[in-house]
């Protein structure tokens, strides 16, 4: 018997004679096919690894069948590509990779040269340690790997650096989320007097307070993922990562010392910093939420600009903590929402103070007088006609949209292809470059959601996928979310105008209501504002492909339905389900109208 994994003696026939012959007499041989993305895949490992090999195209040869056939009985694969490295049968395309991050395949490769391939410093080198970057980290720690993780924070135009953690920690989720808290419960003491609290004290908000509160959380958190990389055995550098051929980086530090680093596997988890607008006065004088959460001073009266998830929340929490704002709106409201949803949201936001001007992009900002807050003067124009406008604020808050952090970290020197226009990068759906060694997980990614969920959780299943022998793949589909306006708006699935676009209006069944949280009724708060609805599809068993909820905690209500829309729920499964009275969410359970009968879906008590 031949040693496991050798192929067996020679066959007599003369394709199987061939078949031997090609396998013995080249180092590398690969049987492939020049259409399947499996084989290029596994070539273009070889050529990353800088290793010669041979491959036979079975689709370009006449008796690509038979030779097929032959390896068909040498090594029980019929599936190409079918890879052999110094006689020894490897396997396809899962198996060459295997043994590629097992590190099998680089001592096979190193022994018929009487050597040993290249040793590197590290298994996994990370650059950015945010939400992917960390939690990739710690899993590849826990499954025994050697590995780097390199966090660097380029300060804002303002000079605004914040700690270890990423965007989401430190200006992101979790300061927005604590401001949008300080913003409810501004609400909660109004309506605590109808409840029969009584108070004599002037009621008013202590920005300084709630900055200093906030920033001493994030304080604890940067500490914690600190210690969490120590007991990881996980190597922190607070340093700029940047490729400086393959599988080799420098590192330059705060000093500007540079220090060299290889590693076998790399992940790009570098996110994406606030853009700006490009016009006059911009960087000088405006801030992005990179500055917002840890402004040492009350923003005064503030002008926000974009009208998605950034600026609509913070535009939210800052007028409910008191302040005078203005967003100005380019075109619609949270593009890519379900509009109808959106609009809801804004109405709630206009009846509660916050002004916009629609269809408008500032031009021009000019500094009026220096001070914190200081005076600005902002001059837009229209995005329909000639017409211009002025205005003045005490802060300026750009909220355009952020650009992935992929053009200066030597994307070229190894060959990394990105999106020139956007700067995001492309993967398969393992989360793998074009240059396989290389991998990229959350924000910077193209085509998929920039949620911190996601990237956690694509860069834990990408390091067990690695280097635990998992093969589970991050399912981006049916990712709920929540944006944290001062009515919650929170959705799992299609909004209704693509669902309509995707299965035709007569295919789809949407069911509505607007319902009145119980809390809200004794302070007569807003009623028909909250609102539900579901977009059921009629030839799927009316499963549920789209949820909508605006109303409070609404992202405590969508996780969970986010969860049963995993599962496959259907519109009679949650006719089915048991409410829980009282609550919001309940009214998922209890739908009756349908929006093509017109009915009236106003309510007059919870
Ligand atoms: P990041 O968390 O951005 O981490 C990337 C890290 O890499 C950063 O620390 C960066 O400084 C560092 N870096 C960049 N280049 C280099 C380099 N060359 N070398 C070394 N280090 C480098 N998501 C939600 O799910 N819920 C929310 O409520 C939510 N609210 C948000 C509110 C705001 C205001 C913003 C801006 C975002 C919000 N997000 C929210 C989105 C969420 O923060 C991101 O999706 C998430 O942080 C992405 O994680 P990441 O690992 O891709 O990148
Ligand atoms: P975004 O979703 O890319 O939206 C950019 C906004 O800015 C749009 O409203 C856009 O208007 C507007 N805009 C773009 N260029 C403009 C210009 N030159 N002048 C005026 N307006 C302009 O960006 P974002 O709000 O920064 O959010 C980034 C990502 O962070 C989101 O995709 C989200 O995944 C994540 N995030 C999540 C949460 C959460 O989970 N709660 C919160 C915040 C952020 P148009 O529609 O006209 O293009």
Not at 83 to 107: E, P
Not at 411 to 417: E, T
Not at 456 to 473: C, T
Request: hydrophobic share 35%; proline share 5%.
């Amino acid at each position: 018997m031949p040693p496991p994994g050798q192929v067996r003696l020679p066959d007599p026939d003369a394709v199987k004679l061939r078949v031997r012959s090609l396998i013995s007499t080249h180092w590398v041989m690969i049987f492939s096919k020049s259409y399947c993305p499996f084989c290029r895949k596994v070539k273009d490992l070889f050529h990353t690894l800088g290793v010669e090999y041979s491959a036979l195209e079975l689709d370009k040869i006449d008796d690509g069948p038979n030779i097929q056939e032959a390896l068909l009985e040498l090594t029980s694969q019929r599936t190409v590509p079918n890879v052999f490295i110094n006689g020894n049968h490897i396997g396809g395309c899962d198996q060459t990779f295997q043994a590629y991050h097992d590190g099998t395949l680089q001592k096979l490769l190193g022994n018929e040269k009487g050597e040993e391939m290249e040793s590197y410093d590290y298994d996994l080198i990370i650059i950015g340690g945010g939400s992917g970057g960390l939690a990739c980290s710690k899993e590849a720690a826990t499954l025994g790997k050697k590995v780097m993780v390199l966090d660097y924070v380029v300060p804002t135009p303002l000079g605004t650096t914040w700690g270890l953690g990423g965007t989401c920690v430190n200006v992101g989720c979790i300061p927005k989320k604590l401001m949008h808290q300080a913003a409810l419960l501004g609400q909660a003491l109004q309506d605590s007097r109808k409840f029969g609290w009584e108070y004599d004290q002037q009621v008013k908000h202590n920005w300084e307070t709630m900055v200093e509160g906030i920033q001493n959380y994030i304080g604890s958190l940067n500490w914690g993922y600190r210690v969490a990389l120590r007991e990881k055995t996980v190597t922190y550098l607070n340093a700029y990562g940047e490729f400086i051929g393959p599988h080799k980086i420098k590192a330059i530090n705060r000093k500007g010392q540079e220090t060299f680093y290889t590693a076998q596997t790399f992940v790009i988890a570098t996110g994406e910093r606030p853009r700006y607008l490009g016009i006059p006065g911009d960087k000088e004088y405006c801030i992005t939420s990179d500055d917002l959460f840890s402004l040492p001073y009350c923003p005064g009266k503030t002008l926000v600009v974009g009208a998605s998830y950034v600026a609509l929340e913070c535009a939210g929490f800052l007028t409910s903590l008191g302040l005078d704002v203005t967003v100005m709106v380019r075109s619609i409201l949270l593009r890519g929402f379900d509009q109808e949803m959106a609009e809801k949201a804004g109405a709630y936001m206009e009846t509660h103070g916050v002004k916009l001007i629609r269809k408008f992009v500032p031009i021009e900002i000019i500094k009026l007088e220096d001070g914190m807050p200081g005076k600005l003067k902002v001059i837009a124009k229209s995005t329909e006609g000639s017409q211009v406008i002025e205005g003045e604020y005490n802060t300026v808050l750009i909220a355009v949209g952020r650009d992935a952090c992929t053009r200066t970290i030597g994307l070229d020197k190894i060959g990394v292809k990105m999106n020139e226009t956007n700067g995001k990068i492309p993967v398969n759906d393992e989360e793998q470059t074009n240059v396989p060694y290389v991998y990229a997980i959350g924000d910077i990614l193209e085509g998929k959601l920039e949620l911190t969920p996601v990237a956690i959780q694509a860069g834990k299943l990408l390091a067990r996928r690695l280097f635990g022998g998992s093969s589970v793949k991050c399912d981006y589909v049916n990712v709920p979310t929540t944006v944290f306006t001062p009515l919650e708006y929170g959705c799992c699935g299609f909004p209704e105008e693509k669902a309509i676009e995707l299965f035709g209006q007569e295919n789809i069944e949407v069911y509505h209501t607007y319902f009145w949280p119980l809390e809200w009724t004794i302070p007569n708060r807003d009623n028909n504002t909250c609102y539900a609805k579901i977009i059921c599809n009629k030839i799927n068993d009316n499963r549920v492909i789209g949820l909508h909820v605006l109303g409070p905690n609404a992202g405590e209500i969508t996780q969970g339905f986010g969860a049963a829309m995993k599962c496959g729920i259907t519109k009679e499964l949650l006719d089915e389900t048991i409410g829980i009275h009282p609550t919001s969410a309940e009214v998922f359970t209890t739908m009756g109208i349908t929006k093509s009968s017109g009915k009236d879906i106003s309510q007059s008590g919870c």
